[in-house]
């Protein structure tokens, strides 16, 4: 039996981060994407999900949504039976990168919501090409819709959250690492350490990439996925 499969967004996204793999992957196999705007935890927020998910299923997050996926497979790896992680990070903030959030929380509290969100997610995150701005529209156009307080509330999940390395270490299924060639806000690097971490891990760098290789390169992305899903 195919197993169904789990995406969870990233920090002010909903679904349509995904549009192209849903509508690829969905052909093959039950999708459900994962709420990530309740609660200012991270572990609220996994819990949360659990109570909505199938019993065993395939795991696959994005950027807060993989710090999100990593709680998952900490409370539940029973249930995982296979596990993707993109565009993250399985450290805990240090108290820089936490207390850099909180100008942007009071920003967002005195009105400039759209000013903070453009700052928070700077083209820099993309790769560089004539179709960043189209992608970048559709970033700001889901944290829109998501509004201030999910802003407020993700950011004080992400300051708060734990330290996921044991947690990898410990990942006994299929574990796929993927990023984009350009992302500098969650580097290469990074996602080397990580698949270095999992036993069974594969990583898969794609070019042309940043941030949101979903977005930036679709196809790319969903042969990925569908070569770990096989």
């Keep these: 039996?195919?197993?169904?499969?789990?995406?969870?967004?990233?920090m002010m996204c909903d679904a349509?981060?995904?549009?192209?793999?849903?509508?690829?992957?969905?052909?093959e196999r039950a999708v459900t994407i994962a709420p990530v705007n309740r609660g200012e935890r991270i572990e609220e927020i996994a819990s949360?999900?659990?109570?909505?998910?199938?019993?065993?299923?395939?795991?696959?997050?994005?950027?807060?949504?993989?710090i999100i996926a990593m709680e998952l497979l900490r409370r539940a790896p029973d249930r995982i039976t296979r596990?993707?992680?993109?565009?993250?990070n399985p450290q805990a903030e240090t108290p820089p990168e936490a207390a850099a959030r909180e100008p942007m929380i009071v920003g967002v509290r005195a009105g400039r919501f759209d000013e903070v969100m453009r700052n928070?997610?700077?083209?820099?995150?993309?790769?560089?090409?004539p179709g960043r701005v189209a992608v970048l529209n559709q970033i700001y156009a889901m944290a829109a819709d998501q509004g201030a307080e999910a802003f407020i509330r993700q950011n004080r999940a992400l300051q708060r959250r734990r330290d996921q390395q044991s947690t990898l270490g410990k990942c006994a299924v299929p574990a796929l690492?993927?990023?984009?060639?350009?992302?500098?806000?969650?580097?290469?690097?990074?996602?080397?350490?990580?698949?270095?971490?999992m036993p069974?891990?594969?990583?898969?760098?794609?070019?042309?990439?940043?941030?949101?290789?979903?977005?930036?390169?679709?196809e790319a992305t969903t042969d990925a996925l569908r070569d770990w899903l096989s």
């Design 1 to 10: 039996m195919t197993e169904p499969l789990v995406l969870v967004p990233g």
């Design 16 to 27: 349509r981060v995904f549009t192209p793999q849903i509508d690829a992957l969905s052909r």
């Design 48 to 66: 949360q999900i659990l109570d909505q998910m199938p019993t065993r299923f395939a795991l696959a997050g994005l950027s807060m949504g993989g």
């Design 83 to 88: 596990l993707c992680l993109m565009s993250t």
């Design 120 to 129: 928070a997610m700077p083209p820099s995150y993309l790769a560089p090409g």
């Design 177 to 197: 690492v993927l990023c984009g060639e350009h992302d500098t806000l969650t580097p290469v690097k990074r996602h080397e350490f990580m698949a270095e971490l």
């Design 200 to 218: 069974q891990a594969k990583l898969r760098i794609i070019t042309d990439a940043g941030h949101f290789p979903t977005l930036e390169q679709p």
